[in-house]
Structure formats: structure tokens, C-alpha cells
């Protein structure tokens, strides 16, 4: 019944060959979407949808760290009936700021705010124009606090949170059918860490309660798909309760906790 609901509708996701966007890109399959898959390659997701031969597949294999490629998918994708968009590509520059890559934290700017920015703006002038459609844009629980020594990677998430939550205030206000959903995951086990860190085979660790990714994935796509109020979507008890502290406990003692957090996690 929910698969007749969406058919012939289309989904993108960025950052569709692993991790998150993956993960999503399987969801969006078992929902009955066809779907625009977006990442530097895209190969894993052209397997992953032989086992829905219902549906369709288009690979894009863009850079969208390069503004033109972003126009490009938009392009590419004009005449399709997209009806959600997932901006989901992004990562991190980890170290003290004094010593981080300046060219890495600018390309980290292009994609994780300046892709994301175009895409929200574009699509939310389509699915308006056609009355119909939802951005998904993949936050983080870093858009909650400044982060010390992951200072640009928290500062950009800020700014998903920021610009998410604004735009879907406006488009409720004006009594839209569109929506911009902020989700914002905590941590989660993929290669982002090994990116973000410039490191090839870390070993993953975290403090904190990680929830397996296609579990988030399949909560938070539900969530977002459906929320009529809300702006953005916290999942998991663990994820809300580190949320509710970075409200209520004085900011000196999360940014010391953050502090510690990350300074300690390359050596881990
Ligand atoms: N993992 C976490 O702990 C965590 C927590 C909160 C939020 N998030 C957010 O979740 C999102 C997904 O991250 P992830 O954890 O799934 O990381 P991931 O496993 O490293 O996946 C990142 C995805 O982005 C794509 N990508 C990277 N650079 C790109 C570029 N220049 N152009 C197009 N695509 C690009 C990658 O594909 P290619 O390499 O093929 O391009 C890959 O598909 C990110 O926005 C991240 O900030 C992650």
C-alpha cells in the first residue's frame, strides 16, 4: 500500500556510495522510490539496486565540492518527478585549528555548506513551483555546540541547523506543502571518521553510544518524510539526552567535555 503511495516518484541522495547516504539510498528503495544516487563514485549503489529491479537508478558521479557539478545535478535532474531530496554528502577537518589544512577546510566549506546551500535553495524553488517535495539535509549533534578541535567541521554543521530551521519556519508560515527537515545524527560507524581525521584505517571509537547507521537511516527517513511541524529531528534516547545537555548544562562544560572528547579520539 505505502509503495503504491510513491510510485514514479524520485528521491536524490548525495553522498549515496557508502555510509548514511547508503544506507538511506537502500531505504528510499525498499519505500518504493526511484533513485538519483550522487557521489565522487558511485558503483556500490548501482549494486545495491539490482535487488530492487522495480525501481529506477541513475548514477551521477559528481564532486559536488565543485560548484559547477551542484548546478550540474540540478540540471541533470530537471526532468524527473523528484520529490525529496537527501543532502547527505559531507565530512570533517579534525585537528587543533592552528594546524589544520586551510585548503581541506575550504573544500569541506564547499560541500558540506555551499553544495547544501545551492541544492536547499533550488529545490525548495522546484518542489514549490510543483506543490509537492521535502530536503532532507543531514545535520549533526556538532550543530548544537562550538566543537574545539573540529572548530570548522561543528561551525559548518551549525550553519545546516541554522539555514534548515529557518527556511522550514518560513515555508510553514506561508503555508507551503514543502518542507526543509534538519536530521542530526550522533555518531555513527563509517568511514567519516577516517576522513575526517586523514587517516585511511582508524579505529573507530566513541564515548558515546553509536546506533547502527541503517537503523538511523531507517528512523530518521521515516521521521522526516512525515513531520508536518517539526524542523529538525533528533533520534535516539542517548542522541536527545547529549542534545538537552548542551542546552541546560553551562556552555564552559561543554565545550571542556567536547574538548576532551576530541582531542583524545586520534589516538584511540
Ligand atoms: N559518521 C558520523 O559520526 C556522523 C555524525 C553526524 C553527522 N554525520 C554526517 O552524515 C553525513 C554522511 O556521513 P557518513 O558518516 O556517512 O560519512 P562517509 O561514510 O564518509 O560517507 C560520505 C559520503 O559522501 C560522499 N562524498 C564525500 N565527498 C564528496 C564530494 N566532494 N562530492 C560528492 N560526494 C562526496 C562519499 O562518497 P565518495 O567518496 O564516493 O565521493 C560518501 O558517499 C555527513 O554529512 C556527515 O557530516 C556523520
Redesign the pocket.
Known amino acids: 500500500m505505502a509503495k503504491q503511495k510513491i510510485a514514479n516518484q524520485w528521491a536524490i541522495v548525495?553522498?549515496?556510495?557508502?555510509?548514511?547516504?547508503?544506507a538511506y539510498c537502500q531505504e528510499l528503495f525498499e519505500k518504493g522510490y526511484h533513485v538519483i544516487a550522487?557521489?565522487?563514485?558511485?558503483e556500490s549503489v548501482e549494486e545495491l539496486a539490482k535487488k530492487y529491479p522495480n525501481q529506477k537508478v541513475k548514477l551521477l558521479n559528481?564532486?559536488?565540492?565543485k560548484i559547477a557539478n551542484v548546478y550540474q545535478l540540478a540540471q541533470e535532474t530537471k526532468n524527473e518527478n523528484v520529490t525529496c531530496l537527501i543532502n547527505?554528502?559531507?565530512?570533517?577537518v579534525w585537528g587543533y585549528f592552528k594546524d589544520s589544512d586551510l585548503e581541506q577546510e575550504l573544500n569541506m566549506i564547499d560541500?558540506?555548506i555551499k553544495a547544501l546551500h545551492i541544492l536547499t535553495k533550488l529545490f525548495v524553488q522546484r518542489f514549490s513551483e510543483n506543490g509537492v517535495g521535502r530536503v532532507i539535509n543531514?545535520?549533526?549533534?556538532?550543530a548544537f555546540t562550538p566543537g574545539p578541535v573540529f572548530a570548522s567541521y561543528y561551525a559548518a554543521?551549525a550553519y545546516v541547523w541554522s539555514l534548515g530551521v529557518a527556511v522550514n519556519t518560513e515555508l510553514k508560515k506561508t503555508k507551503s506543502p514543502v518542507r526543509v527537515i534538519t536530521v542530526c545524527?550522533?555518531?555513527?560507524k563509517?568511514?567519516?571518521?577516517n576522513?575526517s581525521s586523514n587517516q585511511s584505517d582508524a579505529n573507530y571509537h566513541s564515548t558515546v553510544k553509536v546506533m547502527s547507521?541503517q537503523k538511523y537511516a531507517h528512523k530518521s527517513l521515516n521521521k522526516a518524510l512525515k513531520v508536518k511541524k517539526k524542523n529538525y529531528l533528533i533520534t535516539g534516547t542517548t542522541n536527545k539526552f547529549v542534545k538537552k545537555l548542551t542546552k541546560y548544562v553551562p556552555q564552559s562544560w561543554v565545550l571542556t567535555s567536547v574538548y576532551n572528547y576530541q582531542r583524545k579520539r586520534k589516538e584511540k
Open positions: 548525495t553522498g549515496a556510495s557508502k555510509g548514511l547516504g547508503y550522487v557521489a565522487r563514485n558511485c559528481l564532486d559536488l565540492s547527505n554528502a559531507g565530512y570533517g560541500l558540506d543531514v545535520g549533526s549533534l556538532a554543521k545524527p550522533g555518531p555513527l563509517t568511514d567519516f571518521w576522513r547507521t
